[in-house]
Every structure is written in structure tokens, then in C-alpha cells.
């Protein structure tokens, strides 16, 4: 029986509270999710399951019992309380999947700071962009992303400690602190800070179509919803052994990749390590993983394979599987039930809605392709572009919206509140995203309503890409749009248009590409530059990058007076 049970009466007399009293929460109490994720767990006598199996790309294991994760969360707030991290200050984590990432997203949270996780394959320029937005004060990272910090410390005057998990104090310099877990004091007991449900948790910074990227920021009282989606949705149960394929530096990665799970007092196993089928069955096989939460490009790359490497292993052990991050298509459902004998459940959120709002429950029939229903507690519809009006038409195109209030949506973006009230019209949020509602209330995602790129699940934006194009020696003007892929769903094209005294060239083309990659990411790589004279803008000198765009995914261009006129 699925914790769910039935979607239809889970939804009648739908409430919070639910969640609420199953935490033991008291509206107006402390709620703290690190105490949550790690002493609640103990309290409830299971200080000795599994929280953690770790296991990197070499093979090499660590395992940590919720005792574990309880005292090295204590160790490593103790330590940042002792270098003077005061609460409500922002601490990033910029590390690879490493233990030292999930027990110090506990750990943060413990001593009441704001953790800003962030993905350690962040080249220097998109580090310094969000470190300096969030005026953060320090940052917790390791050795080989270092020379990345340094390069990046004296322009962010608000970074005050720079901490390093696996080096020696000896190899750092002036400002750089050691911190080793295996040889930190277990520290039994800590003062876990008395945040409530509005003091702020997480910070994540993800892409819009305009300006540079968003600091998201979530309170603690997000574990509400974390915590009922991660036991209805993926329906985590007591013996599950749960594995999550995001990293941590983005919202799939903490929502469901540490909150959801911890908060449940399930064991979840972590692959420190890049994609490789052979090598994530093998894992699987090995741990005996139950519940997988994977995304379609991983999935695709895994049709790719075909059905027979997944008979090499025994994946018996799967018993739910789910996906999110871009559109899951029907195909790939039908495959894992071929392969895996399970199909895959799609589930739609977003950074800023910080749990899953629309998505397929275990028991529920799936329609391959659709991304399900709306979680009880969500209020959601699709709304004419125009009017902002609700479509009440079956089938009808319009913006996926939802009504503000659920607990785990972001409270705004740091420093930002323009760019937050821009995403409301008509009292609804608004995703950013196009859909349709079929009779039965399943809803079918089109595509986005904006810019912004989506390339293997993770959302890049054209300015930040543009911006660092503008900063080539040889780029006069630039456009990044999304090209369509048949793997990463869409890849980042450059249209750039060369300072006089350039000439395109295969080897500029290549020279740009690597300095994205380096400054910024490989995910915001442009895989494609064309380079053209010029550029398609509006009256007022805007480059239009619809039409860029249109031309890409082969679509009418279509009406520009309006765009000519912006
Ligand atoms: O465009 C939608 C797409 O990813 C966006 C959210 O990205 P981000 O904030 O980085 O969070 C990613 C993981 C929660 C959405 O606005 N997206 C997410 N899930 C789906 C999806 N597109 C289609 N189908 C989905 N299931």
C-alpha cells in the first residue's frame, strides 16, 4: 500500500496540518530543519539506521548512521559558531557530492545561517556572481575548488572565511581554514538556534530571462511540504533504500536530495560521481536501491544503452521510480517499464516552489507524457496569457500558475523584490511555463513562456551567458538561445557578432566556447556559435532572441510588430 493511498480522498479536506502534526510542529514553535533531519530522527529511536551510504567514483565507501549525522552536523556547526558565522548569515557550499555537502547543509541550518548551496562545476564568474549578490560570508569547499575561490576572494568584501575540508592548515594561506570530519570531535550535544517557520533556510540562485540569476530564498518552515511530497510522491517508507540523482547545488538536490528523505528517516545513497550506465546499475545493484529520483536527460541516456546492459544487473530491488527537470516523454516511460518493469513518475516543480506541485502519485494510471496532477494543497490552473484569467477550456494552452501559500514557496528573491512581484499577475504565481489541462485534470507541459534555457534539467540564463560572451576580447554583441537536442532536451547557441578586426573561425569558435565554460559552466557552454553580421533588435536596440529562437526549433517566427515595439 502506498503511503498516498487514494489521490481522490487524499485531496478531500486537504491541509497543511497534516504534515504538521505528523512533525510534532506547533504553529508558532520552533521548526529548525536541521533538527529535524537529524536529533528528530534519533529522538525517535533510530539514531542507529543508515541516513547515509556514500560511495565516490573510485569506489571508495562511507557510511553514516542518523547518530552519525546528528554529531558531525553538531561538529561542523560548533566549528563555524567558533569562527564568529553569526545566524542569518549566508554560508555557501561549494563542493562535490562529499559527505562534508549533506551533514554541513544539516550543520548550517543547526546554527541558524543560511545555506546557499552551490554547483561545484561553477567556473569562477558564476561563483563570484552569486557569492557577491549574497554578500556571503563564507564559504565551505575543497581543495581542487580552491584556486577558484582565490582567484575571485578579493573582490567579495563580504567573505570573511574560507574553509577547506581536505587539506592540511599547512598547504592554505592567510584567511583559509582546514576543517577534516573523520578527525573533528563527535560533539554529542549543541545548541540547535530556535528558528520558526519564517526565519530563512535555503538560498538558491537559479536563471530568469532578464538580469543575472535569483537568489531564491526558502524558511524552514519549507519541511512541511518537503516532507509530505518526499512520503506521498515518492512514497518513502521505512525500509527504502532511496537514491536521488541531483546534486545539491540545485533545488531537486536539497528538497529531495536531503530534506525529503532525512525528514522522513529513510537511508538514502549518494554517488559522488558523473553519469555512466553501467557504473549507476552497479550502484543500484550493490545497495539495493528501492526509490530512484532521476530526470529524462538521464533517462534518455540510459534508453540509449538499451533494455539489455539492464539485464546484466539485478535491479529487483526498484520498487518506485520518478523523474523530474524537463519535459519526461512518453517514450521514456514506456521504455523503463520495459526495462525496469516500472514507470517512471514525472513530477513538475520549481526552485522558487521548493516541492514537487504538480506530479503522478504511486496507484495513480499514468498517461505517458503527462506530468500528473496537482499535489493536494496545491492550487494550481493554466491562465490565458492576456487576461490572466483562468482558460477553463479543455486542452487549451496557457501559464502553469498556482495560488500563493503552500509552505515551501519561496518568501522572494534576495535583494530582488521587483523581480519577484513581477512573477504574480491576478493574485497567481506564475511558473514561467505553457501547458494544457486534459478532462481528466492531467496536465501536459508545452514549454517555457521565457528565455531561459533548459539544457539536461538545469536552467541557464541567457543574460548571465551573454554578459560573459560581452566580456571575449572579440564579441561586439552576443544572443544565447536554446537549440534543440535530442538527449539534453536543449543546448545553448551563441549568435555573435565580431569587433571589427575579428574574422570567424572554427578556432575562435572553439576559444569562446572554453571561455564560457571556464568563466561560467559546462552546462552554459554554447555547443553551437554562429557568428552573423548582425543581429535581429527591437526599435529601442534590444536583440530579439524569439526570433533567434523560432529559427532554431524551426517555428513561425511570428508576430514581431509587437516585439519591434518593446
Ligand atoms: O520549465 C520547467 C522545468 O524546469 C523548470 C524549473 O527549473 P528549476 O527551478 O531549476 O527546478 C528544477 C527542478 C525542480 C520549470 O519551470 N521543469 C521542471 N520539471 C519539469 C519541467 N518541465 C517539464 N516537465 C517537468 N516535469
Avoid at 496507484?363 to 496532477?373: A, F, L, N, Q, R
Wanted: aromatic fraction near 12%; include cysteine; charged fraction near 20%.
Amino acid at each position: 500500500m502506498s503511503n498516498i493511498g487514494s489521490y481522490e480522498e487524499r485531496l478531500q479536506g486537504f491541509d497543511w496540518s497534516i504534515a504538521e502534526q505528523e512533525l510534532g510542529y506547533t504553529p508558532g514553535g520552533r521548526i529548525n530543519i536541521g533538527w529535524y533531519c537529524s536529533d528528530r530522527i534519533c529522538d525517535l529511536g533510530l539514531g542507529q539506521k543508515h541516513a547515509l551510504l556514500w560511495e565516490d567514483a573510485q569506489g571508495v565507501a562511507k557510511k553514516f548512521t542518523y547518530d552519525d549525522l546528528r554529531c558531525y552536523s553538531n561538529s561542523i556547526a560548533a566549528f563555524l559558531q567558533g569562527l564568529g558565522i553569526q545566524p542569518g548569515e549566508r554560508v555557501c557550499l561549494f563542493m562535490d557530492r562529499v559527505p562534508e555537502l549533506y551533514i554541513g547543509f544539516v550543520a548550517i541550518l543547526k546554527m541558524g545561517a543560511v545555506v546557499q548551496p552551490l554547483f561545484s562545476a561553477f567556473g569562477d564568474e558564476s561563483l563570484w556572481t552569486r557569492l557577491e549578490n549574497a554578500q556571503t560570508t563564507a564559504i565551505v569547499t575543497q581543495k581542487k575548488h580552491l584556486p577558484k575561490v582565490r582567484k575571485i576572494k578579493d573582490k567579495l568584501p563580504y567573505l570573511k572565511h574560507i574553509i577547506v575540508v581536505d587539506a592540511p592548515q599547512t598547504t592554505l594561506r592567510e584567511g583559509e581554514t582546514s576543517f577534516n570530519l573523520d578527525e573533528a570531535p563527535k560533539v554529542d550535544v549543541f545548541e540547535v538556534y530556535p528558528s520558526t517557520a519564517e526565519t530563512p533556510s535555503v538560498l538558491h540562485y537559479t536563471s530568469g530571462t532578464t538580469g543575472q540569476p535569483k537568489g531564491a530564498q526558502h524558511v524552514h518552515y519549507s519541511i512541511i511540504s518537503q516532507y509530505l511530497t518526499a512520503k506521498w510522491v515518492l512514497d518513502l517508507q521505512a525500509d527504502d533504500i532511496y537514491w536521488c540523482n541531483a546534486d545539491p547545488g540545485w533545488v531537486t538536490g536539497t528538497s529531495y536530495g536531503i530534506i525529503g528523505p532525512w525528514a522522513n528517516g529513510v537511508t538514502q545513497a549518494v554517488l559522488d560521481s558523473g553519469f555512466g550506465t553501467e557504473r549507476w546499475y552497479a550502484f543500484i545493484q550493490k545497495y539495493r536501491i528501492t526509490v530512484w529520483y532521476s530526470a529524462p536527460t538521464a533517462i534518455r541516456l540510459l534508453m540509449r544503452e538499451g533494455t539489455e546492459v539492464a539485464r546484466k544487473y539485478d535491479l529487483s530491488s526498484l520498487r518506485h521510480l520518478a523523474s523530474v527537470g524537463e519535459p519526461l516523454n512518453a517514450e521514456a516511460v514506456i521504455w523503463s517499464q520495459e526495462a525496469y518493469g516500472l514507470q517512471f513518475h514525472d513530477t513538475f516543480w520549481q526552485t522558487e516552489t521548493g516541492c514537487m506541485v504538480i506530479t503522478n502519485y504511486p496507484g495513480m494510471p499514468i498517461k505517458p507524457g503527462s506530468m500528473g496532477k496537482p499535489f493536494p494543497g496545491i492550487t494550481a490552473t493554466v491562465l490565458n496569457p492576456r487576461t490572466f484569467e483562468p482558460v477553463n477550456q479543455v486542452g487549451m494552452v496557457g501559464l502553469i500558475a498556482l495560488r500563493p501559500g503552500w509552505p515551501s514557496m519561496i518568501r522572494g528573491y534576495w535583494n530582488n523584490p521587483t523581480g519577484y512581484a513581477n512573477k504574480f499577475a491576478n493574485g497567481w504565481y506564475l511558473c514561467g511555463d505553457r501547458a494544457s489541462i486534459d478532462r481528466d485534470g492531467y496536465y501536459w507541459f508545452v514549454g517555457r513562456d521565457d528565455d531561459v534555457i533548459n539544457t539536461g534539467g538545469h536552467l541557464v540564463g541567457p543574460f548571465e551567458i551573454e554578459s560573459a560572451l560581452l566580456e571575449h576580447p572579440a564579441v561586439a554583441e552576443s544572443a544565447a538561445v536554446a537549440k534543440p537536442d535530442p538527449v539534453n532536451m536543449e543546448v545553448v547557441k551563441a549568435f555573435i557578432t565580431l569587433k571589427p578586426g575579428f574574422e570567424p573561425s572554427d578556432d575562435l569558435e572553439l576559444e569562446i566556447m572554453n571561455f564560457i565554460r571556464k568563466r561560467l559552466s559546462p552546462l552554459a557552454m554554447p555547443q553551437e556559435i554562429e557568428f552573423s553580421p548582425g543581429l535581429p533588435k527591437t526599435r529601442s536596440g534590444k536583440i530579439m532572441r524569439r526570433v533567434l529562437r523560432a529559427r532554431e526549433f524551426g517555428e513561425p517566427v511570428g508576430d514581431i510588430s509587437t516585439l519591434m515595439d518593446e
